[in-house]
């Protein structure tokens, strides 16, 4: 795994010089690579280290905060901007924590909630983390059966469905 570019730019946008976030850092991502059923996609990396920086600087705020996309963030912004108001505090706090990590980044954004439960409480929920960063693709015979409730569902008119 080729994950220096992350770690350098992540640590040069943030200005962080502590080398024991990057210890800390490099030590979480040796721990998913220890475990022989998670691939960790090397664009993910960098989420680590933005937490662990907040972290170091005793700025990890709660769970929520971190839980949105960049483009729900950009719809927020844009909202505000349309109606010439000030975007609210949450929105504008969450635009800084985006603009001091990823934004002018090849790294991208996604809230992986079992990296934000390592950094801030100390462990990894192997499961969900798996479940997070690589995901099964749904069962065939899942597929079939919504395939089948569909085709059943279609030989129903508007107002037998509504009823």
């Known amino acids: 795994m080729q994950c220096k570019p992350q770690i350098t730019e992540i640590m040069l946008k943030s200005n962080c010089q502590n080398l ?3 210890k800390k ?3 979480l991502i040796v721990e998913i690579l220890s475990e022989k059923t998670i691939i960790l996609p090397t664009e993910l990396v960098s989420i ?5 920086i907040e972290d170091s600087g005793g700025e990890l705020l709660e769970k929520d905060f ?4 960049p483009l729900s963030l950009k719809v927020s912004l844009r909202i505000s901007k349309d109606y010439k108001k000030e975007p609210d505090e949450l929105t504008e706090n969450r635009n800084k924590f985006l603009n001091k990590y990823f934004i002018n ?3 991208k954004y996604s809230f992986i909630e079992s990296f ?4 801030k409480c100390g462990y990894y929920n192997w499961e ?3 479940n997070e960063i690589n995901p099964e693709p749904p069962h065939q015979n899942s597929i079939d059966s919504l ?3 569909e085709r059943e569902l279609s030989f129903f008119s508007d107002k037998e469905l509504s009823e």
């Open 20 to 22: 024991r976030v990057l």
């Open 105 to 107: 980044s090849s790294n």
């Open 116 to 119: 934000y439960d390592r950094v």
């Open 128 to 130: 969900k983390l798996k």
């Open 66 to 69: 971190y839980n949105f996309t």
């Open 147 to 149: 395939l089948g409730q």
């Open 25 to 27: 850092s490099i030590e």
């Open 48 to 52: 680590i280290l933005a937490f662990q």
